[in-house]
């Protein structure tokens, strides 16, 4: 007992000097630094085991965000649906973004709904860290928890907008083939993509504060540039003339656009997408996903400083 | 007022008889012949090493430089930085270290570091200079920010423990402990903002505690909740020292602070104006 207090006597009498003693005797009883990051494979075992929370923080999330309307959960089905029929007035009927697209109103449905469910994780994950400062400055996680949470609490609202999309793609004349069962792979390719997509978002938005506003206009930027309400490959080469090539790479380079050419390769059954659109979707989930961890990771002490 | 008070007495008509065994457990340790908890073993758990922190602050523009757009782009045509950021140095060069069994009292003025201390214990903001060395992971109580206030007590218990990093067996054992803890009943199936004040604060309390500590950091949570909800906590907060852990105890409340801790640390303007036996720091701060 005497030697640590004469420690301490050091530190606060002799100021500068008394540094030495204190770190040597926390390397005496085996004390750690309060602040370190943990090698990466510990991490992602940390965030395994924050599951639970995760789940319950996106549940509760979800639960909580409707609780204030008088219409409740059901808005969570209100919303697609009203949304499609917006977008359907105004792209299929007033501005006639037909063309010769077959089945037009499924066309467009699945490239919202898919567009949504990455525009929404990536404006989500932008928030998650710099929104839940307080959360971060007062209990122990790994913080891609936060990210994580709002993916998946994106997801749990896809899910629904799923159902409702089903739904329209059938009454439109479409017939659920066995190809439909790849469903849940593409959404599965997609969510790799949106949590790596979002892990990064995250990290920009906790150091960047004026991303939140500038958001919203690259997003619509990427609406524009990923097909949602027109075919890429009849503007770009039918009406624009270009190359058979730009178009190609405005697929396969932009990962929306490759999720929105899966998805309706698979629910519209006249539906022509770039041949090797799978390997993109592929492609960009796994690089998104290790990306992502690997760059949240990396500054991982730092988020909650200010 | 006049509905907390009803909300309180209501609940506290169904609870167990707690209060008299708390009155026997409960001698006032600051009298000469002092348990032998007070006396901390000789291993210390926490070493706070020359820290100094310096956050930045955003949005706390004055009235002066309140920002309309024009101003915004002068600003950044002269190439000055935001007004609205500004740096707080609000940690400079504190150095103590904490034993096992100690309950040290944090006592300042507003805006002396207290609560940033804390949270550099706590391993929660990362020092600008020197370090802090921690045996195991110390825990600021301080689950509320994992709360929402539109659900009920129910999930909240429920999301407040998997955010302290329970399991969910942990979680269904200890779910009807901390409802019985914090005494609000048949109110955990409502959602929290119908919750009064203090009832709120019981929760709180009785979540974040639930959890076994080693370091247990507490930041002005008994200042609410009634008299004898205050008395329950204390006794908690024996039981982790009884454990051998460390407790830190931030409050304005010098009464509380008196009651339970062994030490107190003064800290004022971000450095340690005094640190030893509670009576005589308590005594110092309240004169000066």
Known sequence: ????????????????SGQEPLAKLAQRYGLRRAIARPRFPVYVRQLWERRHFILTYATSRNVS????????????????????????????????????????????????????YTQRSVAAGAKSISGNLSLIRALHFPRASLPLAYTIQELQQLAISMGVLFLIVILTGEFPTWFWLMIPVVLLLQTMFNIGTGLVMARLGSSMRDLNQLLPFITRTWLYASGV??????????????????????????????????????????????????????????FALGLGFWYFWRAEERYGRG | MAELTEELSQVKGEEPAVPKKDVRVHPNPAPAGKPPLDVPTGTPTVIVDDLHIVYRVYGAATDVEKGNAVNA???????????????????????????????????????????????????????????????????????????????????????????MGMTPAEVRDKYQEIVDFSGIDEFVQLPMSTYSSGM????????????????????????TGDREFRKKSEQRIRQIRESAGTVFLVAHDLRVIEETCNRVIWLHKGKI???????EVLAAYNKG
């Open chain 1, 1 to 16: 007992m005497s030697q640590p207090e004469s420690a301490v006597a050091d530190a606060q009498a002799g100021g500068r």
């Open chain 1, 65 to 116: 965000k409707y609780s204030s309307s008088a219409l409740g959960q059901l808005w969570q089905i209100l919303t697609p649906l009203l949304n499609a029929a917006i977008y359907y007035v105004m792209f299929g009927i007033v501005l006639g973004g037909k063309g010769n697209i077959e089945n037009y109103p499924a066309f467009l449905l699945t490239g919202i709904f898919v567009f949504t």
């Open chain 2, 200 to 223: 709120g604060a019981r929760l709180r309390f009785a979540i974040s505690s639930a959890k076994t500590h080693d370091v247990l950091l507490i930041d002005e949570a008994l200042a």
């Open chain 1, 229 to 286: 309400f027109f075919s890429i490959q009849e503007k770009v080469v039918g009406s624009a003339g270009l190359p058979q090539w730009v178009a190609d790479a405005m697929y396969y380079l932009n990962p929306a656009a490759s999720y929105i050419e899966f998805m309706r390769d698979i629910l519209i059954q006249k539906h022509n997408p770039p041949g090797m659109v799978w390997i993109s979707c592929v492609f960009w989930a796994v």
């Open chain 2, 273 to 279: 104006k005094m640190d030893g036996d509670p009576k």
């Open chain 2, 73 to 163: 782009l002068t600003r950044i045509l002269k190439r000055q930085g935001r007004p609205q950021m500004k740096e707080v140095h609000a940690v400079k060069g504190v150095s103590f270290v904490a034993y096992h069994g100690d309950a040290i009292g944090v006592v300042g003025r507003n805006g002396s570091g207290k609560s940033t201390l804390l949270r550099a214990i706590a391993g929660l903001l990362p020092p600008h200079a020197g370090a802090v060395y921690t045996d195991g992971q110390p825990s600021l109580l301080g689950v509320n920010a994992a709360l929402m206030r539109e659900l009920t007590g129910e999930r909240n218990i429920v999301l407040g423990c998997y955010a």
